[in-house]
């Protein structure tokens, strides 16, 4: 056995040497992905000096002795709306210019008072104050200059994003394409369809169903998924079958420990993959293997028990996506416990909690009932891992505690 740490060591060395080709999107369909690109403003926004409100241009000079008991009088000499060209005749002294939300603003204009400010008499305008400098005008380059970094590679990509990027006039973006898996279980007991009545002796698949949807949350296009029902014949049709279809990732659940019937690393063996490591210092997910195949295909065999599979997807799955997308690797959340948790030593454990933040900025966890690996209760609750290294025998209450979000955290 190795260490959760070495394992993921090597998760980020292999993964990271077969980088995934990128393509240029459109920005409607950018959340989610990962960014492959530094992408850079191409113009100023705002593009041109302009008024952010309706009223009117004015120099503050001509204004500097309004008042509501002596207002000044300004004589307007024009119009400007949104959409006309950038004007090129300043303001002359004791003149303003009516001017509309969005509109440029004259090269001189100081501020614009808004139309509810003044008296207006046909082209005699009174004012009845002096305006602060800059009121209601929108500089250019005021939100973003020219050249200024908007996104780096391997930074995920939202919703939120795209609002910013249509106001620069940026319509594609270059991301990473979606890695390409199947996902295989195994067991003869295995039912995938939930509507089905069990027999006995018989349990539904909810590791398929629960790793079909991670695997989307990942970003992954799952083209393949089977249900092999113990047997090894079988197991090697369906990789060499997937041989051929330019897979990143073989993800499997259940036949990687030592009994009997845990056939999958002798038949990767057999089909000439490299195990990389099979056995880690974790629980739930002891027996866990990863083996690159003959074509670079990366093979995780996740064991079969449902809290070790998730726990497989979530740090390691999730962990060598990252790094064939030039993502950082994830760091922990920190949580003070708020019970106490007893395990003995040599193995790194991940344990379902309950995390709440608190007016303080404070964030504490409850470590819940039902940390078995066969105890998916706790799922309808938790809403944190809590990582309890390998050398620690007790976590008390109080202690601080290493947490990750259920599902991966945004880049």
Known sequence: MISFEDARKIVWETARKRTLETENIFLEEI????????????????PFDNAAMD???????????????????LQKTGIIAAGDPVPKQSLLTGSCVQIMTGAPVPPNAEAVVPVEQV?????????????????????????????????RPGQKLHTAHILPLATLGISKVNVYKKPRAA???????LIDDLSAPLKPGQIYNSNHHYALAFLKE???????????????????????????????????????????????KKSLEQAGAKILYHKIKIKP???????????????FGLPGNPVATAVGLRFLLDHAVRAMTGQQAETPLQ???MN?????????????????????GNVTVDIMDGQASFMVSPFLNMNMWVSVPEDIEELKAGDVADVYPLLPSAS
């Not at 082209?123 to 009845?128: H, M, T, V």
């Not at 996902?183 to 007991?189: A, K, V």
Request: with cysteine.
């Open 285 to 299: 997910g002891k027996p866990n293997l990863l083996a690159r195949l003959p074509n670079g295909t990366l093979y």
């Open 335 to 337: 949580a003070r416990a």
């Open 31 to 46: 959340p989610g992905r990962i960014c492959a690109q530094e992408l850079s403003a191409p113009l100023n926004i705002q």
């Open 218 to 264: 990942l970003g992954i296009d799952c083209i393949k998924n089977a249900t092999i029902k113990d047997n090894p014949e079988d197991f090697a049709k369906t990789l060499l079958a997937l041989n051929n279809e330019n897979l990143d990732f073989i993800i499997s659940s259940g036949a990687v420990s030592a009994g009997e019937f845990d056939f999958v």
């Open 183 to 189: 996902f295989l279980s195994t067991g003869l007991e």
């Open 55 to 73: 009223g009117f241009a004015v120099r503050r000079s001509d204004l500097a002795e309004a008042s509501e008991e002596l207002p000044v009088t």
């Open 119 to 151: 008296k207006i008499q046909g082209d005699q305008i009174d004012f009845s104050s002096c305006p602060e400098e800059e009121a209601h005008i929108r500089r250019a380059g005021e939100d973003f200059s020219k050249g200024d970094v908007l996104l």
């Open 340 to 360: 106490k948790f007893s395990k003995r030593a040599g193995l790194q454990m991940f344990l379902k909690g309950k995390a709440e933040s608190w007016e303080d």
